[in-house]
């Protein structure tokens, strides 16, 4: 069950138009990546496992990074990025659970600071459960299901050797379904974090003084509330028609 894979590609992507004047040529930028790990799947009864581990690493020789002052991704020198990914995920008749674990560092060829925006770690864990339930309505099961998903996104690097806030969130679901139509509620956020899901680091000034500042000053994006969700789905179908067929006429 066990595979070892290895990639490795040469590209080129080209440059932002507004980079390009009136008969003006830019070369494309060169890209190399590398790519190599192991990949372990195998079933054990009823349980399937997948897991793998990998290390990538990618140059890019002229980079685009977003630039708060102009509001758009703007032309940088070469950067390297590379990390490495942990993954795994579970499943049976009944339970679905996945995890991954994300490592990168991305750094500047000419003086070695770190890439703005790029979290070093990122998290994520997804487990549900999915089970008929004891009693029939009308002959036909009733399937409850239930689920949860936390991310975790470690504090960014920002511009001028500054670090952002780390992100963490829950989310869940719950629903139940029956012949062709199906309940859920769903909560995302649920512990109600105040985080900031877009944050920055760059001089600004709102004419508050006579003389304007020159210092960075943090600027963020709020990360949305805790929001809850009823959905009704109603399916149709082949499939639809065969989940929870009536073991016996209604």
Not at 26 to 51: C, H, K, M, W, Y
Not at 117 to 122: K, L, S, T
């Amino acid at each position: 069950g066990v595979t070892v894979a290895l990639s490795a590609g040469l590209g080129a992507r080209s440059a932002d138009p507004v980079y390009l004047g009136n008969d003006q040529q830019l070369p494309f930028s060169p890209i190399t990546a590398l790519e190599g790990g192991v990949v372990f799947d195998r079933r054990f009864g009823s349980l399937a496992l997948n897991a793998r581990a990998l290390y990538y690493r990618t140059h890019v020789g002229q980079d685009l990074i977003f630039n708060e002052t102009e509001g758009r991704n703007t032309l940088a020198s070469g950067t390297t990025r590379q990390g490495a990914l942990l993954a795994a995920r579970a499943t049976n008749p009944w339970l679905d659970l996945a995890a991954h674990v994300t490592y990168a560092r991305a750094t500047f060829d000419d003086d070695g600071n770190l890439v703005p925006y790029v979290p070093g770690w990122v998290a994520r864990f997804d487990g549900a459960v999915h089970r008929a339930l004891p009693w029939r309505i009308r002959g036909r099961a009733v399937t409850a299901s239930a689920g949860v998903g936390v991310t975790w996104v470690a504090p960014r690097p920002l511009p001028y050797s500054e670090r952002g806030e780390a992100i963490f969130t829950v989310d869940a679901q719950v629903g139940a379904r029956w012949a062709y139509y199906e309940l859920g509620f769903i909560a995302q956020n649920v512990l109600d974090a105040q985080y900031a899901w877009g944050q920055y680091n760059f001089t600004s000034d709102f004419r508050s003084r006579e003389y304007p500042t020159l210092v960075p000053a943090r600027h963020f994006t709020a990360g949305p509330p805790r929001q809850l969700f009823v959905v009704f789905t109603l399916h149709l179908g082949a499939a639809a028609a065969r989940h929870g067929a009536p073991t016996e006429p209604a």
